[in-house]
């Protein structure tokens, strides 16, 4: 690409996402779009509707399939509705997608660099009146055959299709698009209906990304634990129980370690009130029936 040695850089924001399990997340992400072919480069990242976590996917993505030593370039072309400025830099007055398919600024001056070797963005710029012919204009498939050759991947961050048409207009230039649905507020038949909207476009549907998702919980001695079955062990929700040393263990006479029973057997195994002389309230067996002497003394009654 001409002039990409006068791209200026700017500083993105990620946020903390440090979680082992998000990160893993985002690598199978990563890996999977790796393994959809050669002649995949383009991908539109679209939703049913706003606040599905669309715009974290695609930044995610990108940054993933940046640290893999691929070079990438992220658009956001939410023409309509775009908070990557806002969210992701402190940087104000910067060039978009809007501006450069108006013909107010050139593709050169609109692409920017970021501090993670290898990916670059360019926002979506101020909005405009005529989003969706601007994003279905010949200029937008000119821009992407231009950049096309300059980068290994080319992720576009689209409008909710289940809102606004604009991403099935987009998809029929892209190779493939990735769908985030939030689990839990999107209906089936929505669902449905956006998918069906991109096959119409002839885009190819490389899968779906199922956001805010809850994970799996069993019951460990009587609390409630997180359960993740990739690794076939538990982490504890209660952060006191994890924390509790166990307690070390008593040797006799012999050196030979001490069973103690704890409270909790204990208190099963306790005397009841009345029990008869010479019982004990550890390892004695209650009796069931009355005692041979006919009724006596220490006669004890059936429990």
Same mark, same amino acid.
């Given at each position: 690409?001409?002039?990409?040695?006068?791209?200026?850089?700017?500083?993105?924001?990620?946020?903390?996402?440090?979680?082992?399990?998000?990160? /893993?997340?985002?690598?199978?992400?990563? &890996?999977?779009?790796?393994?959809?072919?050669?002649?995949?480069?383009?991908?539109?990242? &679209?939703?049913?509707?706003?606040? /599905? $976590? +669309?715009?974290?996917?695609?930044?995610?993505?990108?940054?993933?399939?940046?640290?893999?030593?691929?070079?990438?370039?992220?658009?956001?072309?939410?023409? @309509?509705?775009?908070?990557?400025?806002? =969210?992701?830099?402190?940087? =104000?007055?910067?060039?978009?997608?809007?501006?450069?398919?108006?013909?107010?600024?050139?593709?050169?001056?609109?692409?920017? =660099?970021?501090?993670? /070797?290898?990916?670059?963005?360019?926002?979506? $710029?101020?909005?405009?009146?005529?989003?969706?012919?601007?994003?279905?204009?010949?200029?937008?498939?000119?821009?992407?055959?231009?950049?096309?050759?300059?980068?290994?991947?080319?992720?576009?961050? %689209?409008?909710?299709?289940?809102?606004?048409?604009?991403?099935?207009?987009? %998809?029929?230039?892209?190779?493939?698009?990735?769908?985030?649905?939030?689990?839990?507020?999107? #209906?089936?038949?929505?669902?449905?209906?956006? +998918?069906?909207?991109?096959?119409?476009?002839?885009?190819?549907?490389?899968?779906?990304?199922?956001?805010?998702?809850?994970? #799996?919980?069993?019951?460990?001695?009587? =609390?409630?634990?997180?359960?993740?079955?990739?690794?076939?062990?538990?982490?504890?929700?209660?952060?006191?129980?994890?924390?509790?040393? @166990?307690?070390?263990?008593?040797?006799?006479?012999?050196?030979?370690?001490?069973?103690?029973?704890?409270?909790?057997?204990?208190?099963?195994?306790?005397?009841?009130?009345?029990?008869?002389?010479?019982? &004990?309230?550890?390892?004695?067996?209650?009796?069931? @029936?009355?005692?041979?002497?006919?009724?006596?003394? $220490?006669? @004890?009654?059936?429990?």
């Amino acid at each position: 690409m001409k002039g990409a040695c006068e791209m200026r850089t700017i500083e993105l924001d990620f946020g903390d996402l440090n979680n082992y399990f998000v990160r /893993e997340a985002f690598n199978t992400l990563r &890996t999977n779009i790796l393994f959809s072919g050669k002649d995949v480069k383009t991908i539109i990242v &679209t939703s049913c509707v706003a606040h /599905e $976590g +669309k715009t974290t996917v695609s930044f995610e993505m990108a940054k993933s399939l940046a640290e893999a030593d691929k070079k990438v370039l992220l658009i956001d072309a939410d023409l @309509r509705k775009s908070v990557t400025v806002s =969210r992701y830099t402190k940087e =104000r007055g910067v060039n978009g997608l809007s501006q450069i398919l108006s013909g107010q600024v050139t593709l050169e001056q609109s692409v920017y =660099r970021t501090q993670i /070797e290898g990916l670059d963005v360019i926002f979506a $710029g101020p909005y405009p009146p005529n989003p969706a012919e601007l994003v279905g204009s010949p200029v937008f498939k000119e821009m992407l055959d231009c950049v096309r050759d300059a980068y290994d991947y080319i992720i576009v961050d %689209a409008p909710p299709l289940g809102l606004v048409i604009d991403a099935a207009v987009m %998809a029929s230039v892209c190779d493939g698009a990735v769908i985030v649905i939030n689990q839990g507020n999107i #209906k089936y038949r929505l669902a449905q209906n956006v +998918k069906a909207q991109l096959a119409k476009s002839g885009c190819r549907i490389l899968g779906v990304v199922l956001n805010q998702t809850q994970r #799996k919980k069993r019951s460990v001695r009587g =609390r409630q634990s997180e359960y993740y079955a990739g690794y076939g062990d538990y982490y504890s929700s209660d952060s006191a129980m994890a924390a509790k040393p @166990r307690p070390a263990a008593q040797l006799g006479t012999n050196g030979a370690p001490v069973r103690t029973a704890s409270s909790n057997s204990a208190a099963r195994t306790a005397p009841r009130t009345g029990a008869p002389a010479g019982t &004990t309230g550890t390892g004695a067996k209650p009796q069931s @029936r009355p005692a041979s002497n006919g009724g006596q003394a $220490g006669k @004890r009654e059936p429990w």
